[in-house]
C-alpha cells in the first residue's frame, strides 16, 4: 500500500510521514500538489493525506485532480487543516474527502482513521469483485436457458416443417438469411439475434392446416388458398399468449410474414412500415429460400433468377429496405446458399412462394 502525502509546510509533512512509517506503511510525500499530481500518474496510489491550506492549489482542488489522474473516484482522502473554521470541513466533505482531520494530528486517530479507510475500500474493492464474479456466473447461467429455449424452438419449427417437408433444413437457412438481414439493415445485435432465434417459427401455424391441402402436389383451389392462408393466425394463436420475448416475436412474425409492402397480402392487408420489420426481413427471407429449393411442381431457381425476382417485387411485395439488405449482403447470402447445395440438403416444400 502507498500513501501519498502532500503538505507545504515540512514540519508538518516530516510529522505526519513519520506517524505514517511507523504504523507499518509506505508514504511518499510532496511538499508541491503538482509535483504529487506528477508522481500519482505514473505510479500507484493505495490513499492520499493532504493539507488544505496550500499555495497555488488548495486541498479540495488537489484532491479532485487526484482522483481525476488515477481514473479512481473512491481513492480514500484525508484532508488535514489547521483551521477551525467549519466551512471548510463541509466542503471539503461535500467535495467527497473521505475523512477530515486537525493539526496537530493525533497518532492513535490517524493510524485508528486510515486503518478504517483501508478496511472499507479492501471491502469495497471485494464487493465490486463479488458482484463481478456474480454478474459472469448469471450471464453464463442466462446464456445457457437462452440457448435451450432456442433449441427447443428450433425443434419445434422442425416438428412443424415435417409435417410439409421431408426436412427442416429450410429454417435453418432462411433464420440465418434473417440474421444477415437485418444485420445489414442495421438493427442493434440483440435484435438480430432474437430474429434470427425466432424466425424459425414463422411457418408455425402450418400445424393447423390439414394433410390433403398441405401434400396437395398441384395448385390449391380459391378455397384451398384461403384455408392455407390461415396458418398466419394459428401460428399467431398458438405463441401469441407466452410471456417469453422470444415467442412473442415468434408471433409477430408468424402473423405478419406474408404481408406486402402494397397492402395486398394477408391476413390483415398491412402495408409500407405498419409491418413489423422482423416481417418485412422474414418475407424476403422466406421467398428467396423458396424459390432456390426444388419443389415437387418446380425447379429450384438459381440465385441470380431469385435475386433478381425480389428485386423486380421491391416496392410491391418486399419492403425496399431489405431488398437493398439483400443486395448490400448479397456474398454472404450467396455463402450460405452456395454451402447448403454442397451439402445437398434438402428444402422444405411450401404449395407456393406465396404459401
Known sequence: ????????????????CHMVESFGWDVSSFTS???????????PVTLAITDFNMPGMDGISFFLKLRDVLSDPELPVVMVTGTTDSTVRYRALEAGVSDFLRKPLDGAELKARLRNLFALRRSAAEARTYAASLETAVQAVTARLVRREQEIILRLSRAAEFRDTDTGSHIVRMATYCRILAKHIGLGQHAIEMIFAASPMHDIGKMAISDNILHKPGPLTPEERRTMETHTLHGYSILKDSDCELLQLGAEIALNHHERWDGKGYPNRLAGEAIPISARIAAVADVFDALTTERPYKRAWTAIEARDFILKEAGQQFDPQ???????????????????RSAELPACRHTSVGA
Do not use: K
Open 33 to 43: 500538489p503538482a509535483e504529487a499530481l506528477e508522481f500519482a500518474r505514473s505510479n
Open 322 to 340: 431489405c431488398v437493398a439488405a439483400l443486395l448490400a449482403a448479397w456474398h454472404e447470402v450467396l455463402e450460405v446458399h452456395e454451402e447448403s
Open 1 to 16: 500500500m502507498t500513501i501519498l502525502a502532500v503538505d507545504d509546510s515540512r514540519t508538518s509533512l516530516a510529522i505526519t
